[in-house]
């Protein structure tokens, strides 16, 4: 009688932990990097979505193992934001059916902007060469776009090439999961008329960008004839974007740029004070002379604190230019590190340049001085302390690049390249005479809200490379070298902490650290770990037999 009842109070218990369990829902995380939950900003994201929103995943099927972590991780992630919100679907799909021609699939996924990933698989001491997709297509209301779940890391090993992608999972998810659910709003203007970079050269860029934002070219000197119409027409943009301009700005197109900044515009400047570019080396028998490019804009800039000097920086830590010898099939390709192409690995001190993970490339940079004026000023990229400084005019020749540098020749230390001001800014023509008569526009001279302005010291930063049929190709990717840098993540987070009103770019600050084994150590206690997993089970098994023998034998004995 009193066993049914105990067992009759355990069955009851049982219903009333699962009338719990079915009425109440909860998760934990234990992890102590928080990966498994969700930021404030992506539940805010999702919460938008009011029907389904499907998410095809492409890893499935034939995985090699190095992708294993980044498929488990890509699913426990979705897993979350379903939790969060029901409507978020998603499925795990092999995208190479049994039978189906591998290169055509490849070839889709490339023209569809998804480019697979190649990796060498070995097996039983042969090795083949396997496509792997890793690549996301998040669709909703008939509107569909992808998401980069590899993170591509310049000369990593594969374990810090997964464990960065996995850590850039939230931002890729909520960021397509934001371009789905809020519809366009803020605008950039590229500014046009002072020699600006041609579009094929930005092309890539504000491709990327046209997904979040309108974009539209502005003709900045137009203001030079109807400057009202002009003035009002650019307080309609959020953001202005000055390509490395190499026409001087007139005194109209600088107020009209301060009334903009005044008046809550946001700014980024890619600026390029001297005049240099290494096809002027190949045109003129590998020698060209560098000099300085006046663009007017040296007390606009003062007044922000900041003074770019037309000079060079050279750097030690460096890109390379590739260069040719032979003729017709006899011809070999060489690589050696060009000074003038300082690469630099961001300090991850803000926001903007957090878990960059190849470094930005730069093509004759110059350097930016700050002044103390009461702004906040952050410095974003700076060259490394083997640098040297290069006044102009400066004659520069490619045989240079065969020459062994002398280390204390670059002994600069760091050079400020690209600089985040913000604050409270007053205007440059503040207690001066305005070049603009008989407006109808009332001149500001100081600023109701904080800004922010960027500016690199470098108008290349931008430009992409064309193929061979003259098409841009991505941003960072050096067609010559295969290699790709950082300057397209550096910007998209520039545009992005400019214009951002959701939060997106706090998610890049999230840092996940997946446990890894510590191959030395591993190796050197190899045996001590075998004898424990192995010989401890069965030592515990033994003990418990004799235990259980002699207990049965004292048992029936007595």
């Known amino acids: 009688m009193k066993i049914k009842f105990q067992i009759l109070i355990f069955s009851g218990a049982l219903a009333a932990l699962w009338f719990l369990a079915q009425q109440f829902y909860f998760r934990l995380d234990l992890t102590a990097d928080g990966r498994y939950t969700l930021s404030e900003t992506s539940e805010t994201i999702i919460s938008k979505a009011n029907e389904p929103l499907i998410v095809d995943v492409f890893l499935e099927g034939n995985v ?143 491709r990327t960008l046209r997904e979040s934002y309108f974009i539209a070219p502005f003709p900045l000197d137009s203001v030079n004839l109807k400057a009202d119409t002009v003035m009002t027409a650019l307080q309609k943009f959020d953001l202005v974007v000055a390509a490395k301009p190499t026409r001087a700005f007139t005194d109209v197109e600088k107020y009209a740029l301060d009334q903009y900044i005044i008046n809550g515009g946001k700014s980024l400047f890619l600026i390029d004070q001297v005049a240099m570019e290494t096809d002027s080396l190949y ?97 974003l990229l700076q060259s490394s302390q083997l640098s040297k400084i290069d006044g102009v005019p400066f004659p520069i020749t490619l045989e240079s690049i065969t020459t062994e540098p002398s280390p204390e020749r670059y002994a600069a230390g760091p050079q400020n390249l690209a600089v985040l001001v913000e604050g409270q800014f007053t205007s440059a023509f503040k207690n001066r005479i305005l070049p603009v008569e008989n407006s109808s526009i009332p001149f500001r001279e100081s600023a109701t809200k904080p800004n922010a302005m960027l500016v690199i010291a470098d108008g290349d930063v931008i430009k992409n490379d064309l193929d061979q049929n003259g098409r841009p190709l991505e941003l960072g990717f050096d067609k010559f070298t295969f290699k790709e840098y950082g300057n397209k993540e550096f910007l998209l987070n520039a545009v992005n902490y400019l214009l951002d009103d959701s939060g997106l770019i706090n998610i890049r600050s999230k840092t996940i650290v997946l446990p890894a084994l510590d191959s030395l150590k591993t190796s050197n206690e190899r045996f001590t770990w075998q004898a424990l997993t192995l010989g401890l089970p069965l030592g515990i098994l033994m003990i418990f037999g004799l235990l259980y023998t002699y207990l049965r034998r004292r048992k029936y004995k007595g």
């Open 64 to 206: 090699p193992d190095a992708f294993k972590k980044l498929q488990l991780e890509t699913r426990q992630l979705l897993e979350e934001y379903a939790s969060e919100n029901p409507n978020i679907k998603f499925a795990f799909i092999n995208p190479i059916p049994e039978g189906a021609p591998v290169e055509q699939i490849a070839q889709d996924f490339n023209n569809r902007g998804m480019r697979p990933q190649q990796v060498q698989l070995r097996d039983n001491g042969k090795t083949s060469q396997e496509f792997v997709f890793p690549w996301a297509m998040a669709s909703y209301k008939g509107k569909t776009v992808p998401v980069p779940l590899l993170k591509k890391t310049l000369d990593a090993d594969p374990e810090t090439f997964i464990s960065r992608s996995v850590q850039n999972l939230e931002y890729a998810f909520s960021d397509a999961f934001f371009k789905l659910l809020n519809p366009k709003s803020k605008r950039i203007a590229v500014l046009k008329g002072n020699g600006e970079l041609q579009d094929r050269y930005i092309a890539d860029l504000f």
């Open 283 to 379: 045109k003129r028998n590998g020698m060209a002379l560098a000099t300085a490019r006046d663009l007017n804009l040296n007390d606009f800039f003062f007044n922000y604190g900041l003074r770019i000097n037309p000079v060079l920086v050279e750097d030690l830590y460096a890109a390379p230019l590739v260069l040719a010898s032979g003729e017709g099939s006899e011809s070999q390709y060489t690589q050696l590190p060009w000074f003038y192409y300082p690469l630099v690995t961001p300090e991850e001190n803000h926001p903007i340049n957090t878990n960059i993970d190849n470094p930005v490339v730069f093509e004759y940079v110059n350097q930016i001085d700050l002044l103390n004026n009461g702004l906040k000023q952050t410095v």
